[in-house]
């Protein structure tokens, strides 16, 4: 799933595009109007520094003086000046190409703006004012004044203008960003630091979450830290109501075997009593085995598998100190084990056991490069011995509750394996058992990593 930071800062990103665009829209459109009316606003000028140089005529004829802005043939502004029968006409000098006429027969004092094309294509903007010198009111007693500019001018400063304004929007919303990025990263530090808390307790470097956080986050926190504790405590009693519970079991069942042995009855009924109180004696060895197991949390601290192991076979050296076992430990010091000390000391306790027991003079403990099964990362580790090996047949039993294999083909092997078995399952893992190039068993424990 994509990162809180991430979302707000697309969030974010996106709304400031949508400011940024409506405010380049919303001044383009400004600017555009303001140009309009300035270049209106001249033009008007013009109109009207046109009709103050005219001099009409005795036969109504129209007389400019040749001074005007517009007399040059290459001006920019060209002027009309007709009168409204369109029997006077006068154009300035930079139109006299153009065979066309402006707007005309307009009323008195009418005004007109607007945006024409003239025959050979280029766009104008045209100014005209009616005007009449005398009182008459008749429309053609009047003349229409008419100046007029190249729209190519009023584009180019537009597209100026545009230039500049998305330059300036980018670079704003550019620094923009970045400031928004680094109040984000400020903003969610707090966060990033409950992560960096949770790894350390994962990595056993803290009991709980520490330091000040915002009150946004206290209730959290809060109770993390309770949950954490919470934990703990539950394991910790669940333990030792357990071991009770084995102490409490196994004197009854201590004096009741030592009742059997000094009892006077039948020896085939006896010996039904044994087996009765061995299979009982087993039945709560596994049982406390399979309930001491405390299974993943997302807060246990990963356990570095050289340590257990290493602990394990030198307790193991010398209980077996007899059989001078050599025992080769091929493990990674980066090995981890994602899961509880105990579950892991419970397994390699139980199938190291069984291998010491089996083997002739040779165990070896390895473990394998973390793998990918079903698109998910398993911890793999290894432990086979040069005993005889476990037939095929007998490995479905071996890790049933509480069975024990053939003392001719796999001696020793009790509730261990099926212990092993059960605590895996707890992990989601997988117990296999194959046949070792030492010539026993090979043992494999396989665990996926969340």
Same mark, same amino acid.
């Given at each position: 799933?994509m ?11 996106i709304?400031?595009a949508a ?6 829209f ?5 600017f ?20 103050a140089?005219?001099?009409i ?5 129209l007389?400019?003086?040749?001074y005007l ?6 001006s ?6 007709i009168s ?5 006409i006068?154009r ?9 006429l402006?707007?005309?027969?307009l ?5 007109k703006?607007?945006?024409l094309a ?13 005007i009449?010198w005398?009182?008459?009111?008749d429309v053609?007693?009047?003349y229409t ?14 597209r ?7 330059g ?6 550019l ?12 903003g969610?530090s ?8 949770l ?6 470097q803290?009991?709980q ?12 926190t809060?109770n ?17 109501t ?8 196994k004197?009854p ?6 009742e +059997?042995?000094?009892s ?5 009924? $006896? &010996? ?5 109180? #061995?299979?009982? /004696?087993q039945?709560?060895?596994?049982q ?9 949390s997302a ?8 340590n ?12 077996y100190?007899e059989?001078n076992?050599?025992v080769?430990v ?5 090995s981890?084990?994602q899961?509880d ?5 419970e397994?390699l306790g139980n +199938?190291?056991d069984n ?5 002739? $003079? &040779? ?5 394998? #490069?973390?793998v /990918?099964?079903?698109k ?5 580790l290894?432990?086979?011995d040069?005993g005889p ?12 509750r509480?069975?024990r ?5 796999s ?5 261990g394996?099926?212990?092993v078995?059960d605590i895996?399952?707890v ?11 030492l010539?026993g068993a090979?043992?494999t ?6």
């Open positions: 799933m990162s809180l930071n991430k979302r707000l800062l697309i969030a974010a990103s709304v400031l400011f940024f665009g409506l405010t380049s919303t001044l383009n459109k400004v555009s109007e303001y140009a309009k009316n300035a270049i209106r606003d001249r033009l008007e000028g013009h109109v009207y520094t046109l009709v140089a005219t001099i005529g005795k036969d109504k004829g007389q400019l003086p040749q802005s517009f007399s040059h043939p290459s920019i502004l060209f002027a009309q000046a409204n029968d369109a029997k006077k006068w300035s000098p930079s139109m006299l190409e153009q065979k066309y402006f707007r005309w027969a009323p008195p004092a009418a005004i703006f607007e945006t003239m025959p050979d294509g280029v766009e104008i903007f045209v100014y005209s004012l009616g009449t005398d009182e008459s009111e053609h007693d009047g004044f008419s100046v007029a500019e190249r729209k190519e001018i009023y584009d180019k400063q537009v100026n203008f545009q230039k500049n304004l998305w300036w929007l980018t670079g704003a919303a620094v923009l960003l970045a400031v928004q990025s680094l109040i984000l990263r400020w969610l707090p966060l990033r630091r409950v992560v960096r808390d790894k350390a307790i994962e990595a056993g803290r009991t979450l520490q330091g000040t956080y915002p009150k946004e986050l206290t209730g959290l809060n993390l830290n309770k949950l954490i504790h919470n934990e703990r405590e539950h394991l910790t009693r669940y333990r030792d357990l071991g009770n519970l084995a102490h409490s079991l004197t069942l201590a004096v009741l075997r030592g +059997v042995e000094s006077s009855v039948a020896k085939k009924s $006896k &010996q039904a009593m044994e087996e009765q109180v #061995e299979r009982m /004696s039945i709560v060895d596994y406390l085995q399979r309930a001491a197991a405390s299974g993943r807060i246990t601290a990963r356990v570095k598998t050289i257990v192991v290493n602990k394990i076979v030198n307790a193991l050296n010398k209980v100190r059989k076992i050599g080769e091929a493990i990674e010091e980066s981890l084990f899961g000390e105990g579950d892991l000391m397994m +199938v190291l291998a010491y027991k089996c083997c002739k $003079k &040779q165990v070896k403990i390895s473990t394998s #490069e973390p /990918s099964i079903n998910t990362t398993h911890f793999i290894h432990v086979e040069d090996g476990i037939a095929k047949e007998q490995i479905e039993k071996l890790i049933q509480g069975v294999g053939d003392a001719t083909t001696p020793g092997q009790g509730i394996l099926a212990v078995n895996l399952q992990y989601s893992g997988k117990l296999e058992i194959t046949h070792s190039d010539g090979r043992i424990v396989s665990v996926p990593v969340v």
